[in-house]
């Protein structure tokens, strides 16, 4: 258990998250044993001095961090956005400022933030457009360097035909290297009635580029014979592929494949071109001219066709084949049930708390609620039960011993050629599936069921997960009002945290909720011992003000009480991290 706190977000490696009017950082990766911290009214105080604020009406927005620098949504009378840079320095390090950008919004609408330590991007979902669809908002993007706090785009940059509108299902905007990426699995306002193809919209757009008109681009996605798609299970993200360190488009859809009366989740993915290879003079990567398309093709000859007219915006393209490194299919139907029916069932989408795929690992990565009754009352209502649920696979031998494609003891053939007729690479590939399982076993011990579900009821889970580990947020049993504990599962077997107990299967050790001895300074180095111990009774009084609710990136801000309220000059500091005094913590190996 890392903290308590009423909105976290993860990026970087860094954990970020609020407790009593002030923001916390945990380098995470790093196994930090200090946390920056940063008084909040202080720091708004310093920003708006020119403007006194009414603190008690005064919203604020986690939006994102990245190399040191954090960027957030002040809402006062009128909406900033603010980027601070909160990384420690020393006495002999940067005098330049430490707050990069403070801009005024005009709208806030599905605002979203992505940054480097040298340019940050933003945009909303708010600028009225013209024509046929004049009814749909467009994305309106504009590019800061934050060097210099100055805006590279004179105005806004307008999406004119980026359909598309939900984050996370229909859209997402990541940032590789200087440059944003956006694409959308949406190509039309409107959907057609009659159409044969979808496709991937996408474009760049890097920093020192024009107010010019974006050119948009064209991927192949699927053919809509392949069946009825369930929306609900979307998952829609850009990632950085750790391969071969290319952006590529991750997405979850739940199909009923062929039409038939089985659906089930597979996770497509496609490379992108870098850069370098958008707008320089290198020839784009095999796999991806392979899935360009144009939505131009002529229409196939089919009856359907005659039912369009003029106003009609169907769209065509041949079938492609896709490569299997390119797809993840969670299981095939053939291969149900299995004789194990406790560890291969499915669960629903309201207990499925959270879903994504880890790229390196190539396997379905779900939080799942699974309740688990008390066998010393059996008619009590279960208790809520957090597991991991994973599904991976595993590249097979290059050499066919079964003969499942030809001879037995040959080697798999690729299963795609290019344009100029040589075998695309990997095509080659097949995989095999590793299974289904659940974690924690059946017979885990209770406290560890109790770590990563707390409470009675689990409430709202919201996670985020990286290369590395899965942090979220659960309730926390006891009178915490709106603050949540906030829970980190790691993968990493390097993990230096410290303080951590290695699990075995007896009870608790009768120590839980007590100070921990740390031989540590306030710097995170050897030091004197000292008492780390955050005053969980700070915590407890601004529940009882708050009121349960659910966790959100947003806070209200002058409904707790700064820990240390006017003293010093600084807005930022450090201290022992929260994790120390919490001391709830295990090693699995």
């Known amino acids: 258990m890392l903290a308590y706190g009423t909105a976290f977000l993860y990026n970087d490696g860094c954990l970020c998250y609020v407790c009593n009017d002030e923001l916390r950082i945990l380098d995470v990766h790093n196994a930090a044993r200090v946390e920056r911290v940063v008084d909040i009214d202080n720091l708004l105080s310093r920003i708006f001095r020119a403007a006194p604020f009414n603190r008690d009406s005064a919203r604020l927005t986690l939006l994102n961090f990245n190399e040191g620098i954090l960027a957030f949504l002040v809402e006062l009378e009128q909406p900033w956005l603010i980027a601070v840079d909160v990384q420690r320095r020393t006495a002999t390090g940067s005098r330049t400022g430490r707050l990069r950008l403070k801009t005024r919004l005009s709208s806030t609408e599905k605002l979203f933030v992505r940054h480097n330590g040298s340019y940050l991007y933003y945009g909303t979902h708010s600028v009225t457009g013209y024509g046929r669809w004049s009814q749909y908002a467009r994305w309106a993007i504009s590019c800061v360097d934050l060097r210099t706090g100055q805006h590279v785009t004179q105005k806004p940059i307008v999406m004119d035909q980026f359909a598309g509108d939900d984050i996370g299902q229909t859209v997402s905007f990541e940032m590789y290297r200087d440059t944003l990426y956006g694409v959308s699995n949406v190509l039309q306002f409107e959907e057609e009635e009659v159409d044969w193809t979808s496709f991937y919209t996408w474009f760049c757009i890097p920093p020192c580029r024009d107010n010019g008109e974006v050119k948009l681009q064209y991927v192949w996605r699927r053919q809509h014979r392949e069946g ?348 022992p991290a929260m994790y120390l005094s919490i001391g709830r913590g295990y090693w699995l190996r």
Request: charged content about 30%; proline content about 7%; hydrophobic content about 25%.
């Open 228 to 575: 009825p798609i369930n929306d609900s299970w979307n998952d829609f993200s850009l990632r950085k592929d750790e391969a071969t360190g290319r952006p590529i488009i991750l997405e979850c859809r739940r199909e009923w494949q062929g039409g038939g009366s089985e659906n089930r989740r597979t996770y497509y993915s496609q490379p992108l071109p870098t850069p370098e290879e958008m707008f320089g003079n290198k020839e784009h990567l095999d796999i991806y001219q392979y899935y360009q398309d144009s939505t131009t093709s002529e229409l196939p000859d089919e009856p359907l066709r005659r039912t369009l007219d003029s106003s009609n915006k169907a769209t065509y393209a041949p079938p492609r084949k896709r490569l299997r490194r390119y797809y993840h299919t969670e299981y095939k139907v053939k291969d149900k049930p299995s004789q194990n029916q406790n560890q291969d069932r499915e669960f629903i989408l309201a207990k499925t708390k959270y879903r994504t795929y880890h790229l390196p690992a190539l396997a379905f990565v779900d939080i799942v609620n699974d309740p688990r009754a008390d066998p010393n009352n059996p008619h009590a209502v279960p208790r809520d039960r957090l597991r991991f649920r994973t599904v991976s696979r595993k590249r097979k031998s290059p050499i066919d011993y079964d003969g499942e494609e030809g001879e037995p003891g040959t080697i798999f053939k690729p299963e795609i050629t290019g344009q100029k007729g040589q075998p695309i690479e990997r095509s080659e590939e097949r995989f095999v599936s590793r299974g289904i399982w659940m974690w924690p076993p059946e017979d885990a011990p209770r406290k560890l069921d109790k770590l990563l579900c707390p409470a009675k009821r689990a409430g709202n889970v919201r996670a985020v997960a990286d290369e590395r580990s899965v942090i979220y947020s659960v309730n926390q049993d006891g009178d915490m009002g709106d603050h949540q504990a906030i829970i980190l599962i790691s993968f990493d077997p390097g993990l230096g945290f410290i303080g951590l107990e290695r699990l075995c299967a007896s009870g608790d050790d009768g120590n839980r909720g007590k100070p921990r001895r740390i031989t540590i300074s306030s710097s995170g180095q050897e030091g004197p011992a000292v008492y780390v111990d955050i005053e969980m009774s700070r915590v407890r009084d601004y529940g009882r003000r708050q009121g349960s609710g659910q966790v959100s990136r947003t806070v209200m801000l002058g409904t707790g009480k700064s820990a240390r309220t006017g003293q010093g000059s600084s807005f930022i500091r450090e201290e």
